[in-house]
């Protein structure tokens, strides 16, 4: 089933839901969660839900933090990761109930008279309104304002506001904080559910007193600790009574108002989560305290104020705008805004593929963030990138670890799918043996530093990662006569082609990786000779391992069938015959929920983008000519049945002027999520896809490409649009790309004189000038 939402309701700024529909319930409520990149809350409804099982999924959740579990596997082996991690829902601290009398609200019961829910996205802010008649005929009035602060860390705040329209009674509004929480399980869906049997988290502090109340507990197995604590105040001219209760794994503060006609009573509550991954375990509650009790003198108002100037900010650098497609446009920018909630920028947390809004690959970080997520925040809010690869480093000694675990005596593995560090990839075939990760991250530090020179960050944390996964390709390869150097056993980036010798995107980014060391090495011998000293001391690097590193990338084998002039995803992809297409029905879609893996392996066939991610992100190696004749064939044999694939094609499209197959893949990319495209978005968003829309306007329209100290643009007009502009940063410049009919503008809001490339031509951007190109002048 897809859920597309309906027309009426888009506008450039917000995501509108105008009609309450249980069947596309819990849709919403992956598309109206709200985030900072720490805590995670879904989009549910305050006052609860007791509609059908499955049409709504409870979830909060907190950027890293997760219990860990025992996989178990019909058959061991040596090496397979032991443990799973899992993303928790965490304690519920976002409930207020509401009674009218003995009537509770629910809107599975009485009829909505009128019913709005909008996510703000200049705002960052969820409202809801809506008229609701009781099933006894009481009729009310709710009106709410949710956010999770960007400015703090570990605050959420929801104004929550109720009106008698048409009686005079007790009102009860009962603010919680609920424990009794567990994580969804799903049997036949290998990308959800996690292993846990109930809940994993144990109650050990509970209290209430005046308007503070909180819940402390206990994972089972990483025995880590979370607080969920909330201060209420109430706002109203008629009078009211309040109860505290302090039951099972629950608090709860009820007000008693005596509601009289039309006047509107309001509660405010500020809800604060801290854990033991960030602060001592006595500091935790006083924490826990202290932002709330703060948030409650700031006041829901200004805690608003914050949140505007907040993405007032973030705006400015990150917004892409289109004239001329309002469904497009309302699509980029909440799959930017996702981005923005879901980025962990602390240097210990990261991306989670489905962000944190559902436990879809149970909140694990994979190389979605390094080759999607993170370049789209490189160029226009760099600092977040910086942290991103930070993250990379604080689990650089578990990749060390789990390299001498895979029999590599030196270098580092990081691992495919994870939270803390440790493989939890629980299929090999698609999971461990996806070494490109290691390129993936060599290559993410290569554009961090190519667009920012921040040679802090490298002597710091770069370097040490650069040399650590050069070193382990070094270890894995081999030199085999008349081929080159050798990369056997591994798996690309395309999950339908498994455990193969030399697959083409490995071997080029393990060639990036291997060449990157030596120019580093160089670099910091040169300039910063004392820091190399202590680097190669503490790693033990040896001159020699230098030569290694050149030798493996000058001489790296690329598979190719020089007489069909194609590149060969692996050494052997052409001697499998093609996927019969033809006779497989829409509905065997995805693939992978109806073969056998190994059924999919034998056959050409590819689940995602692989040569032609390559061809995209080390253009600079092939000829327009090559990237033609690749991409005509690897694109018939792609399903797409992974996410991150559409964007890249899209991206290789407008390179190669197709314009309106680039056009068609961005269309499918865009609104992938809003109009629920995989059938899937209820269990979170897909991250990687939203940076993939960014990367095809910016990288694919746009043209943008930067090759070392390069920076280049070949900007052409969708024939749909009437215009559009985006910001890129490139070494401290802002520069502004405007492109319409008349033309392209470039101009250079920030920094010093630049020059830049604009197709063949080099132009030279002036401080706070603007270079105009007319159409034609290409
Ligand atoms: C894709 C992987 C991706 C993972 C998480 C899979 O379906 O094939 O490339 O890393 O999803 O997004």
Known sequence: MTNKLNTNDCSEWNIVE??????????????????????????????????????????????????????????????????????????????????????????????????????????????????????????????????????????????????????????????????????????????????????????????????????????????????????????????????????????????????????????????????????????????????????????FERLLEDQINYLEEYWYKADVHIKGDEQLQQGLRFNMFHLLQSAGRDGKTNIAAKGLTGEGYEGHYFWDTEIYMLPFFLYHHPEISRKLLEYRYSILDKARERAREMAHPTGALFPWRTIAGEECSAYYPAGTAQYHINGDVALAIKRYMDTTEDTEFLLKYGAEMIFETARLWADLGTFIEKKGFCINGVTGPDEYTAIVNNNIYTNLIAKVNLSYANEVATWIKENEPKAYEELAKKIDLKGGELELFKRAADEMYVPCDKERGLYAQDDNFFERGVWDFENTPKEKYPLLLHFHPLVIYRHQVCKQADLVLALFLLGENFTLEEKKKNYDYYEKITTHDSSLSTCIFSIMASEIGYHEKAYDYFMKTARMDLDDHKGNTTHGVHAANMAGTWMSVVNGFGGLRVFGDNISFKPCLPKKWDEYDFKVIHKGRLIHVLINKNGTTYRLLEGEDITIKHYDRHILLKAKGEVKIGIGEN
């Open 18 to 299: 105008s009609k309450f529909h249980i069947e596309s319930n819990a849709h919403y409520e992956t598309l109206f969660s709200l985030g900072n990149g720490y805590i995670g809350m879904r989009g549910t409804f305050e006052e609860g839900y007791n509609g059908p099982d499955g049409t709504g999924i409870e979830g909060n959740y907190i950027n890293g933090f997760y219990d860990s579990h025992v996989i178990k596997y019909g058959e061991v082996a040596y090496g397979y990761a032991k443990e799973g991690q899992t993303m928790l829902n965490v304690t519920n601290g976002k409930i207020i109930k509401v009674y009218l009398g003995e009537e509770e609200l629910d809107l599975t019961k009485g009829t909505i008279n009128e019913y709005e829910r909008v996510l703000r996205l200049k705002e960052g802010i969820l409202t809801r309104e809506l008229i609701w008649t009781s099933p006894k005929g009481k009729k009310i009035k709710v009106e709410s304002k949710r956010l999770v602060s960007f400015k703090h860390k570990n605050l959420a705040a929801i104004n929550y506001s109720v009106t008698a329209l048409n009686f005079e009674e007790e009102v009860k509004l009962v603010s919680v904080i609920d424990g009794n929480v567990t994580n969804m399980s799903t049997k036949d869906d290998p990308r959800v559910g996690s292993s846990f049997d109930g809940s994993v988290l144990t109650t050990e502090d509970i209290n209430i007193e005046d308007s503070f109340g909180f819940v402390g507990q206990r994972t089972k197995n990483t025995k880590f600790k979370v607080i969920c604590a909330m201060e209420n105040e109430i706002e109203t001219r008629n009078s009211y009574e309040i109860e505290n209760n302090k039951l099972d794994n629950r608090v709860e503060t009820i007000y008693k108002i005596q509601a009289k006609k039309d006047e509107k009573i309001t509660l405010n509550k500020y809800i604060s989560y801290v854990t033991s991954r960030d602060l001592k375990e006595e500091e935790l509650i006083p924490r826990a305290k202290e932002v709330v009790k703060r948030a409650k003198i700031d006041k």
